[in-house]
């Protein structure tokens, strides 16, 4: 867990006293205090959309939710994504927001949404009187808007930075209502962000850092993943982000290190999905007073260290839902699954076998009345083996071994027409003549050996070919030469 969570408030403070070092020195940009717990997990509870309203019936409501979620889950750290306090006196309202996670004695962060500064206090005013206040992380930082910060998580062993979880501000209305509606991340946060990233990557022997994102506003790339099949989660409303783009996804995705982006801002969304590999998430809203249909609560995040992964849930006051992993892009397996049950084989070898055919084919089923001109094994499903450009096809057959049960995606790209089947059943379908063009499905599949087929037809200019999948810890790839085995 984090370091800071092992002293109760007052032993913390008098720690601080004795020694004379203030607070903000021990939890600067990059000395956070945070890290991996000793199983190397790291978890962070997201809570977003509070609208608290200092003297409303719901505060109760609210704090008692919040409680339940910190109870169930102790999480390492708290981040509150915005559209905390939304009405007079403010500055009573963050205090008492304030007060549920330090009596909780866990580390929290702040991101600042659009209504933050619409009370009687600024975005300024707001991290000024949080940064005093026991086991708060954040910092105001020096680009545009208030609160841009990177917190980084050490290794279990302490010994260096292992994972990176950046604060943006994501502002609040654009000038130019002709332009935007809301505002957009700034050019001089984006430079910020690129130069902490490289900083860090320049300090783990030029690697990127697994990193994840947290604001307010969604970003315009979060209607890219409304209703595709990485996307998990209830999309209640439209996505209400910027008008403009101003690239920070182009960023991140350059930078390397991000693996997820988790805002609030729309109360009725909660979903996640991947676009271009990088996870946006929405949080659970979790104030009482503010709109929506969804219940209250918050989202989960768990970081394993060491690696390029995390999973996630939301957790309200009545359940555990839309459990996903990253990688993968793809949810828990529900508890009904029926797995497909896999083969024992006691001798095999790696590789794949291919029976190879010239002709002007015009669909994989051409393939079984066709005459083989040679046939072999080769360590992976590749178009090597043909001898012309055009007018060929190829037929693969071998056994793939899948690491653990679980759910799998497949992927099939050619030009032109291909069929994958899996224990002899049709997965993937990417028949007849075209350019190339990928299609996938997803299969459930006991840990194991599985048989694997893969028809392919070359007509005219053009060749490609490749299967990959996506699993459980799984990042989408090319079928690895360790999962293809033959007897």
Request: aromatic share 12%.
């Amino acid at each position: 867990m984090g370091l800071i969570k092992k002293y109760t408030a007052s032993s913390f403070w008098l720690c601080l006293l004795l020694v004379g070092v203030p607070f903000m020195a021990l939890i600067g940009q990059e000395q956070s205090a945070l890290r991996f717990n000793d199983g190397g997990t790291f978890k962070i509870a997201q809570f977003t959309d509070l609208h608290w309203k200092s003297g409303s019936a719901n505060c109760a409501k609210t704090i008692a939710t919040i409680q339940h979620v910190l109870d169930l889950e102790q999480p390492d750290l708290v981040v509150l994504t915005g559209d905390v306090v939304v009405e007079v006196p403010a500055h009573k309202g963050w205090l008492e927001v304030a007060d549920i996670f330090i009596n909780a004695e866990v580390p929290w962060a702040v991101t600042l949404g659009n209504h933050d500064a619409e009370p009687d206090i600024s975005r300024t005013q707001v991290f000024d009187l949080l940064e005093d206040l026991p086991f708060f992380m954040g910092i105001k930082g020096d680009v545009s808007g208030i609160g841009n910060y990177v917190l980084p998580i050490n290794a279990s062993d302490g010994a260096k930075e292992a994972a990176l979880l950046y604060f943006f501000d994501s502002n609040a209305y654009a000038e130019d209502e002709e332009i935007s509606n809301y505002d957009w991340i700034q050019f001089d946060q984006i430079d910020w962000y690129r130069r902490a990233s490289q900083r860090f990557a320049n300090k783990n022997d030029g690697l990127p850092l697994p990193a994840l994102t947290f604001f307010h506003i969604p970003l315009p790339e979060y209607k890219h993943i409304v209703g595709a099949a990485t996307t998990v989660g209830d999309q209640l409303e439209g996505v209400a982000a910027p008008a403009l783009n101003s690239g920070m996804f182009a960023s991140m995705l350059q930078m390397q290190d991000v693996m997820g982006v988790f805002v609030g801002h729309d109360h009725d969304n909660n979903y996640i999905g991947l676009h271009k590999g990088i996870a946006l998430a929405f949080g659970q809203v979790s104030g009482y007073d503010a709109y929506g249909e969804l219940d209250r609560g918050g989202r989960i995040i768990v970081l394993k260290e060491g690696d390029f992964s995390f999973e996630t849930w939301i957790r309200t006051g009545r359940e555990k839902m839309h459990h996903y992993y990253y990688p993968a892009g793809m949810p828990a397996p529900d508890p009904k699954t029926v797995f497909l049950p896999a083969t024992k084989l006691d001798k095999v070898k790696p590789g794949i076998r291919y029976t190879y055919y010239e002709d002007k084919i015009q669909s994989t089923a051409e393939l079984a009345g066709l005459k083989c001109l040679k046939s072999g094994y080769i360590p992976n499903i590749s178009l090597n083996p043909a001898e012309v450009d055009d007018y060929f096809g190829f037929m693969y057959e071998g056994w793939l071994k899948i690491p653990q049960t679980g759910n799998y995606r497949f992927y099939l790209r050619s030009d032109d027409g291909s069929q994958l089947l899996i224990d002899d059943q049709l997965l993937i379908d990417n028949d007849g003549g075209h350019s190339a063009r990928t299609r996938e499905n997803e299969i459930a599949l006991e840990a194991g050996f599985h048989k694997i087929k893969v028809l392919y037809f070359e007509n005219y200019m053009g060749q490609t070919l490749e299967v990959g999948l996506t699993g459980i810890g799984i990042k989408r790839q090319a079928l690895p030469d360790i999962f293809l085995f033959v007897e």
